[in-house]
């Protein structure tokens, strides 16, 4: 039962908790109006990061060189007895993913991590599994591929396009004047 001390102190409790004010939670609204901006340039940094590197033969090896690995995982006991078979897997994986980055961090030496990433990729199918069940393999050599074509491109000129009929209305305009004057 309830004494007379214990309903005075949890009526006084009840009351507290009606007088302080409310706490407003943000609604979905106002966060998603704030989170616009931070997203919006978080995609216009990625825009430029990848216009301005191989991105996607980098991410193909990264992947390539990550199936391989994934395809080559062994005990560390069991690798070390293998001797230099057993770290086929982790040599031609790393060095994969490591040339996929390196193509990110600097492109302009996409030529030697596309070449390494290649003689990699094809070297795997000997010293790693068939070269990650040949998936790892086809990445790798994809990869590579694209990174050894990539070539910068130049920067967009907005505003300067010329449209087919004002270049027209500018040829007729030169011819004008010069057809008068004979």
């Not at 990848?50 to 990550?66: K, N, S, Y």
């Amino acid at each position: 039962m309830l004494s007379a001390h214990d309903t005075e102190q949890s009526d006084a409790e009840q009351s507290e908790t009606e007088s302080a004010p409310a706490k407003k939670l943000p609604t979905v609204a106002a966060i998603v109006a704030l989170a616009k901006p931070r997203v919006a340039l978080a995609r216009a940094w990625f825009r430029g990061f990848r216009r301005t590197r191989p991105f996607w033969g980098g991410l193909w090896m990264i992947l390539g060189g990550w199936f391989i690995l994934r395809m080559s995982m062994v005990e560390l006991q069991i690798m070390m007895s293998a001797g230099l078979t057993g770290f086929g897997g982790w040599l031609s994986g790393g060095g994969l993913i490591l040339c996929g980055v390196a193509a990110w961090l600097a492109p302009s030496q996409r030529f030697f991590a596309g070449l390494i990433g290649l003689l990699l990729a094809v070297a795997s199918f000997v010293i790693s599994n068939l070269g990650g069940f040949f998936i790892g393999m086809f990445f790798g050599i994809i990869g590579s591929a694209m990174t050894l074509s990539w070539g910068a491109t130049k920067a967009r000129r907005r505003g300067l396009r010329k449209t087919a009929k004002a270049k027209q209305a500018e040829a007729g305009a030169a011819k004008e004047p010069s057809e008068s004057t004979a």
